[in-house]
């Protein structure tokens, strides 16, 4: 019995991957004295594309689905994600344990964050369709 699957595996990576990207390029453009807000956005824009990019080629291997489709639903997906999931899961922990350590309420978000994307990528964003149901016509009834 596996213990994660060979897709679970290349998300984990690619989730490493676009954290470091974004982390490093917030680092470098605050460094470089560009704005925390503007910094933030840069990095997490660039984290997303590159999350969207990796995902839809390497994670899910959905390069035959319509790309406009998928990039709205993963970035729809994501943003409710990171600003509704996330931020619900930082109130109820911080709500359920006051006082607790800042850091323990956000990895809380960022986990449940991940199960929400990897099932919402795999189920509706980069989803398989069997090339039958695409290609098959829909047989027409007829009553006589």
Not at 27 to 45: K, Y
Not at 52 to 58: A, D
Not at 100 to 126: E, M, S, T
């Amino acid at each position: 019995m596996k213990l994660i699957s060979a897709t679970q595996l290349r998300f984990g990576l690619v989730g490493v991957a676009n954290t470091l990207v974004d982390a490093l390029g917030y680092a470098l453009l605050v460094t470089l004295g560009v704005p925390l807000f503007v910094a933030n956005f840069l990095s997490t824009t660039t984290g997303m594309l590159l999350s969207f990019t990796l995902n839809r080629n390497f994670t899910f291997r959905a390069k035959d689905g319509d790309v406009r489709r998928q990039a709205l639903l993963f970035f729809g997906v994501t943003a409710f994600g990171l600003w509704v999931v996330q931020a619900a899961i930082i109130f109820a922990v911080t709500s359920a344990f006051p006082g607790v350590n800042v850091l323990i309420p956000k990895f809380a978000g960022i986990a449940v964050g991940l199960v929400w994307n990897y099932v919402l990528y795999n189920k509706v964003v980069f989803r398989h369709r069997p090339a039958s149901a695409v290609e098959t016509p829909v047989a027409e009834v007829t009553h006589d």
